[in-house]
């Protein structure tokens, strides 16, 4: 069954191009113009990914996150003319797990929802539950766990933990962690992982300011520590 893309953008004419490309990958594709309609779209349609535009009439794209991210973990890539720094990283705080400035490349598009689908349905590698100290991670089931307490991640948050827990004490630098999440296909933003990581933070750590689990290794990336 084909999966389910939502495309939300105010221009007609780019719903209707992102949606042709799309249509031809082989994904089913729905679209909204504006935060408001796609909230209705994404409740009747349930979207396995949603492209989104930030700027829009009625609702916004940034309200749009804070508002279905209540009811759905469901992978948001950004669509957005915007490219000032502070704008990307408001979206990734919010929960994207990607973005793609206008113009763009349809074809780059289709490679990153792939990506980011392909994550999210990645094969678990031979070690399917990853432990330590007080953090359970389950690659099968998609699931973390934190002192036996439920830990809701977006796919982002969820593969960069588990690649920082499959080896503890390693440190990797953004681009290694950016690589390990989009491929090395087309170039990524690195501050990206820092705001994933600042957002992981928040939902594992008992205080993210002082962080016990995933460490800064200061001018050169992050690790799991060995022993926390």
Known sequence: MAQTILVVDDKREIRDLVAAYLDQEGFRVVTAANGQEALYVARHERPDLVILDLMMPAMSGYDFMRAYSKEADVPIIILTAKVEENERVLGL???????????????????RVRAVLRRLHRQPDAAEVLRAADITLDRAARTVAVQDRR????????DLLAVLMASPGRVYTRADLLDRLQGDAYAGYERTIDVHIRNLRTKI?????????????????????VDP
Do not use: H, I, N, Q
């Open 93 to 111: 705080e919010l929960g994207a797990d990607d973005y793609v400035t206008k113009p763009f490349s349809p074809r780059e598009l289709a490679a």
């Open 205 to 225: 750590e008992a205080d993210p300011s002082r962080p016990r689990y995933v460490e800064t290794v200061f001018g050169v990336g992050y690790r799991f520590a």
């Open 151 to 158: 830990v809701d991640l977006t796919p982002s948050e969820f």
